[in-house]
């Protein structure tokens, strides 16, 4: 119920920010009325395309501020849209106000071809070049997102330079509306733009000066890095006691995760884990982690005591906000840390309805937690199944890709696979390859949900 209200009420917010700003305009300077065209060039005045222009202008602000905000870590939004939600939405908007931007562009050049020398940055007035530079910036955003795989930058520095880029083209966007005149000379229209940036100042702030500030108070003490392989650690935390003794411990729904950081300074490197132990289990918190790169191999070297500050939890992917009859659980490598989470939780529960779990993985030893998994199966009703990509010769379980032949074999007959519940996590790939499959089975798709261990 709670989450049904947090999500009609983000979609309305959303909603509101989007189309305020055109509503506005096109009520308080309609087709004939006049007050927008008369600031600008008399043959700009009043045509369909400069009309045009002025809307799609508008909307790309909007859909800026909205892509600016949504990867903010406000917890309700990840909580309501999950994280794969939030990203998702967040690239489509990004792509959006690209074409819109390109379209505005046309538009203005089309309304009165005179324009073309805004382009001419030398000589073009301020109001101009904010828009020229606006543009760049979110082109070279663009550019760098989708190559960013190719060009091997860093997570980091691509991330920071993403932010970068993303401020410049809102601050840009903003003054070349206020450098423009007409579209905030209105009372009406000034109150809107006024009230739309300090909403996105004010999420800003929180995400960029609050949560690190105030998230160093949120700080965690390593009790053990226990090795499940040569490649994976559980890092287990206990909440730093206060000086009355007292700590708070991490309150989260199985299957959602939380970023960590080894420093409480501003630029800190912080990453995302989910959390793998269950919701019941008092004062610790679980991360199992594949060490691949550098942040990950620093986690493995933790001595106990050593401190870790948490910010979380965050998103939807969880088996708290939604009722079923049962469980389908599929999960690639150390994918399998939510369903972790929720297998212990649900023993915790005693719960007594069928789940089944797909554990894809490279070969035997990348099969995690196969002896826990196993007791688990004694306290609930699960079925397992392993496939590994590059089995041994002796391996005589299932193997290869995920297929319709597999999933069908896992499932129940089509009326009570589709009361059922779906949890795919693991690398974008695999995610991508068993939604095809279940498309083909025809499971309804707000039956599935998905997360990604990656963000770009
Ligand atoms: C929601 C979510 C939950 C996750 N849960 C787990 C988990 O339980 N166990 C686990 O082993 N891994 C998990 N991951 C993946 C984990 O965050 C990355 O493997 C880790 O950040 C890599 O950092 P690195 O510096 O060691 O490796 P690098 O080699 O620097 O990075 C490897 C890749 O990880 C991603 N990445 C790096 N830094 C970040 C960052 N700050 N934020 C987001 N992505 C980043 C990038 O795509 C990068 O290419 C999760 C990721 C997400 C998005």
Do not use: K
Request: glycine share 8%.
């Amino acid at each position: 119920m709670r989450h049904q209200l947090e999500r009609t009420l983000w979609a309305a917010a959303f909603l509101a920010v989007l189309l305020g700003p055109v509503l506005l305009a096109a009520i308080l300077h309609g087709p004939r009325t006049g007050a927008l065209s008369s600031a600008q060039p008399a043959a700009d005045r009043s045509s369909l395309p400069s009309e045009l222009s002025v809307g799609m202008g508008l909307l790309a602000t909007s859909m800026l501020a909205c892509a600016v905000v949504l990867p903010s870590r406000l917890r309700s939004l990840t909580r309501t849209l999950g994280i794969d939600g939030v990203l998702g939405i967040h690239r489509f908007v990004g792509l959006a106000v690209t074409v819109l931007v390109g379209l505005h562009v046309v538009l203005v050049v089309a309304a009165n071809p005179a324009n073309v020398a805004l382009l001419d940055v030398l000589h073009a007035p301020n109001r101009a070049r904010a828009a020229l530079g606006a543009t760049v910036a979110l082109g070279a955003l663009i550019a760098l997102t989708v190559l960013r795989r190719r060009l091997r930058h860093r997570y980091e520095v691509w991330r920071w330079v993403h932010v970068t880029l993303a401020g410049t083209a809102l601050v840009l966007s903003g003054l070349h509306i206020w450098w423009l005149h007409h579209l905030v000379r209105d009372a009406a229209m000034r109150a809107l733009f006024t009230a739309l940036a300090s909403g996105v100042l004010l999420v800003l702030a929180y995400r960029w000066l609050w949560l690190p500030v105030f998230g160093a108070r949120r700080e965690y003490v390593v009790r053990e890095v226990r090795p499940e392989t040569s490649t994976v650690s559980t890092l287990v935390l206990e909440p730093r006691r206060d000086r009355s003794r007292r700590c708070r411990t991490l309150e989260f729904a199985p299957g959602q995760f939380a970023w960590l950081r080894l420093n409480p300074s501003l630029g800190a490197q912080e990453h995302p884990f989910t959390i793998a132990s269950s919701a019941h289990v008092g004062l610790w918190t679980e991360f199992t982690i594949r060490h691949s790169g550098d942040f990950t191999r620093e986690l493995r070297l933790l001595q106990r005591g050593s401190r870790v500050w948490v910010d979380g939890p965050h998103g939807a992917f969880t088996i708290d906000l939604r009722r079923t009859t049962g469980l389908v659980m599929i999960a690639g490598g150390v994918g399998i840390t939510p369903m972790m989470s929720m297998l212990r939780t649900l023993a915790h529960r005693r719960d007594r309805r069928p789940h089944r779990l797909l554990m894809v993985a490279r070969s035997i030893e990348d099969l995690l937690f196969r002896a826990e998994i196993r007791q688990l199966q004694q306290r609930l009703d699960l079925t397992v199944v392993e496939l590994l990509r590059q089995p041994p010769p002796s391996w005589t379980g299932a193997s290869g890709a995920v297929d319709e032949e597999v999933l069908t074999a896992l499932l129940p007959g089509r009326f009570r696979r589709n009361q059922l519940d779906y949890y795919l996590c693991g690398p974008p790939a695999l995610v991508t390859d068993v939604l095809t499959v279940l498309d083909g089975l025809d499971v309804p798709q707000p039956r599935i949900h998905t997360e990604q261990f990656d963000f770009v």
